[in-house]
């Protein structure tokens, strides 16, 4: 079983930026596919960006060109660099592992995804 740790959220004024990291431990995390996502109060968890064993990438389009998702196998971590931040990006933001045996696999659906971290807070203020 990965165990995820998140980090790297708070307070950020509109159009400022944030990157937020997320640690796996546990197993060999070059198998793993990795995904963000994240939930707003009220709302439901929503898909924001994801990448493959190989490095692949995937966004959905109210973030593409200003968040962007990364991977360091050797520090078994993965990154999400969120640019230009708006009002609407405030929410709790999970990081999710799913073990894949394709290098290019990509997954959006949080079904896919049997391991979650705690989460981490944005909040995007004026």
């Known amino acids: 079983q990965v165990q995820l740790v998140e980090s790297g959220g708070g307070l950020v004024q509109i159009g400022g930026s944030l990157r937020l990291s997320c640690a796996a431990s546990?197993?060999?995390?070059?198998?793993?596919?990795m995904g963000w996502f994240r939930q707003a109060p009220g709302k439901e968890r929503e898909f924001v960006a994801a990448?493959?064993?190989?490095?692949?990438?995937y966004y959905t389009d109210s973030v593409k060109g200003r968040f962007t998702i990364s991977r360091e196998n050797a520090k078994n971590t993965v990154y999400l660099q969120m640019n230009s931040l708006k009002p609407e990006d405030t929410a709790l933001y999970y990081c999710a592992a799913r073990y894949s045996s394709s290098v290019s696999s990509i997954a959006y659906d949080p079904g896919s995804y049997p391991s979650w971290g705690q989460g981490t807070q944005v909040t995007v203020s004026s």
């Open positions: 990448i493959s064993r190989s490095g692949n990438t």
């Open positions: 546990g197993v060999a995390f070059s198998n793993y596919g």
